[in-house]
């Protein structure tokens, strides 16, 4: 059974210091705006962002110059409503898409908020995330959850919000299509759960990890591949090119029809981007996701002359939590295999550790690790 319980005190769990934790309390949250709910996070997924946050201080544009609180992973139980909110009650169980954007700019205004400059995103810019006991969010961005979701699959409604926004909204994704995703982490993993779901014919993963890959096989891939090393002295352009051609030739690419239509880098590494360039077909489509080094050398002839459609995708836009959830409950996507560590408020040190080193205490690999929200 889940717990419903609500906190008596604001417990909140904030990096205090590179690699370091620590627990703290705050008022509990007043009445909320009239457009907004107060909601009491359950459940709390950690990501690769929180994880570059906690190991090098920086939160999107700049370092954090101040103890912040992270998550933005995260499902609920709303405590107060606003005044004004006609959508959500007290008791309901709801999927937080965790940030407040202004509604003015002229990316809100035309339907793409995930370009809003003036956003306020869950630990992010020095912004306080939803690792505490309680929280507050505009009532519009707060999912509600059909009766057969757990809690712990709310929290992953993000990550799957960001998968769909990839295949659905930015790649508008062929239905047939072959791709190729470049990462076996939680959003590669559900990036291919997506593209399975919505029609794709094949989905190669490629990793460096072959427990990953093994996983990746098991819950959505049609292939896996792991990455060839590299040799001494070679460049990584050279490399990368060189690797593109020994994929091509494992899985008969360069055969019509099987050429790869849609490359999706979920890593973020320079030389798996300058792979996927390499790798896709003609007038393809290659689509970054992965956050890694912020300057890459990119074979822009090679964009050039297979006339490739390049584009970034950030986070999710209007529709992507709606689908997410809808996969979910239809059935079409699964969330509970991904969930392979739990912890408790109290040691959510251990729970960063388990996502940091992949793997937990019990030895198993480490997919998704779950917080829970605390309770006293």
Known sequence: MESTELPCTNHVCMMQAVGRLG??????????????????????????????????????????????????????????????????????????????????????????????????????????????????????????????????EGALIEPLAVAVMVIVSVAQMPHNANVAVFGAGPVGLLTMAVAKALGARRILAIDVQQQRLAFAKDYAATDIHVSVPRNAGEESIAYAQRHAQVISDKFCLDQPGRGIDLVIDCSGAPVCIQTGIFLAKRRGTYVQVGAGTPNVLVPMVTVLVKELRIKGSLRYGPGCYDMAIDLVHQGRIQLKPLITHRFPFSQADLAFKTTKDGVGPDGKLAIKTIIDGPLD
């Open 23 to 152: 627990w703290d309390k705050r008022p509990i949250p007043a009445e909320p705006e009239p457009y907004e709910v107060v909601i009491a996070p359950k459940k709390t997924g950690i990501c690769g962002s929180d994880m570059h946050v906690f190991l090098s201080e920086s939160a999107g544009k700049d370092a954090s110059t101040k103890p912040i609180v992270l998550g933005h992973e995260s499902a609920g139980i709303v405590t107060k409503v606003g005044s004004k909110v006609t959508t959500l009650k007290v008791g309901d169980r709801v999927a937080m898409e965790p940030g407040k954007y202004c509604l003015r700019c002229e990316f809100c205004k035309s339907g793409s908020y995930s370009q809003c400059q003036n956003v306020k995103f869950a630990a992010a810019e020095g912004i306080d995330g939803t690792l505490q006991a309680y929280y507050s969010l505009p009532a519009d961005v707060c999912y509600k959850l059909p009766d057969s979701m757990s809690l712990e």
